[in-house]
Nanobody, 124 residues
């Protein structure tokens, strides 16, 4: 069955960096676009970034553009989210998601499997 397991979250200070990983299994990773979403306390889930099957196309939320980078390693079936210059507003649970299509996307309903999430806390 499809499994997505996030790791790499933690507690950091504003301005620090973190790199999240999402290990995928149970499907042909190289045929699927992937995405990262987050849910901050008291807020709705929001799109963060997504990447196409080859990594050639990436999308970012305006709030993280320039600071975050999504990438993937198809032989390792892993997608990453490099987060730099973290801000307290980035505090959230970060979720990895799979899209059963090759093209990157921005909307949560376009993704069909989700991981359990990893907590990122940024203190000021």
């Amino acid at each position: 069955q499809v499994q997505l397991v996030e790791s790499g979250g933690g507690v950091v200070q504003a301005g620090d960096s973190l790199k999240l990983s999402c290990a995928a299994s149970g499907f042909t990773f190289g045929n699927s676009a992937m995405g990262w979403f987050r849910r901050a306390p008291g807020k709705d889930r929001e799109f963060v970034a997504s990447i196409s099957w080859t990594g050639g196309v990436t999308y970012y939320a305006d709030s993280v553009k320039v600071r975050f980078t999504i990438s993937r390693d198809n032989p390792k079936s892993t997608v990453y989210l490099q987060m730099n210059s973290l801000e307290p507003e980035d505090t959230a649970v970060y979720y990895c998601a799979r899209r059963q299509a090759v093209a990157a996307a921005r909307e949560a309903p376009q993704f069909d499997y989700w991981g359990r999430g990893t907590q990122v806390t940024v203190s000021s």
